[in-house]
């Protein structure tokens, strides 16, 4: 209602004005006579226009204004926050990251350690066969050594017997011809 009654006041007033400025031709704004007028009417609008700005238009700015800055203030703390909380979680995937890596170390000097474990157990037991085998070898070798002895005589013996019988034509007693086998081993031993 009191911007309604503004309203037809400004209306009146430039009415009131445009037709008193056609009547004396002149610039009523300097005429003395109309001062009076131009101060209560200059009275009356600012009046108006500091009552419309002090009550209406003023506070709302200022609850904008305080709006702005608790939003922008609440935005700066949401944002530390989210700041303090990334660098919480960066220095906790560091340390995840710092704990897989042991971890993963861990496991694989365990690993290896088994892996050595079982190539030395493998390795071992690769000797003692291959020492087995050896000592087998070593005795079969004993065994041809001191048996050889026996058997190069019974070859001998035999050949022998053999070249004479197709030699001369008659067989020898194996008996002489291994005493004389006997006799040359001895002589070149």
């Known amino acids: 209602m009191f911007l309604k009654f503004s309203r037809i006041l400004l209306i009146y007033f ?7 400025s056609a009547e004396s031709g002149g610039m009523p704004q300097l005429n003395p006579e109309f001062w009076f007028s131009q101060i209560f ?3 009356i609008s600012f009046g108006i226009m500091f009552v419309l700005l002090s009550k209406l238009i003023l506070p709302k700015i200022s609850e ?12 700066i703390e949401a944002a530390e926050k989210q700041r303090e909380e ?3 979680k960066l220095i906790e995937y560091d340390q995840l990251l710092l704990n897989s890596k042991k971890e ?3 496991n694989f000097n365990k690993a290896r350690k088994e892996i050595l474990k079982d190539v030395d157990k493998k390795r071992e037991n690769l000797e003692k066969e291959i020492n087995k085998e050896i000592d087998n070898a070593e005795k079969e ?23 004479i019988k197709q030699l ?22």
């Open 41 to 43: 009417w200059l009275i």
């Open 141 to 163: 070798i004993l065994d041809l050594k001191n048996k050889s002895p026996e058997k190069i005589r019974k070859i001998a013996i035999e050949t022998s017997s053999d070249l």
């Open 104 to 106: 993963a170390k861990a």
């Open 86 to 88: 990334s660098d919480k």
């Open 14 to 20: 430039l009415l009131f004005s445009y037709v008193e």
């Open 168 to 189: 001369i034509g008659v067989e020898v007693n194996n008996s002489s011809i291994s005493a004389i086998v006997e006799d040359i081993s001895r002589k070149t031993n």
């Open 64 to 75: 904008n204004l305080e709006i702005r800055k608790a939003q922008i203030t609440e935005n």
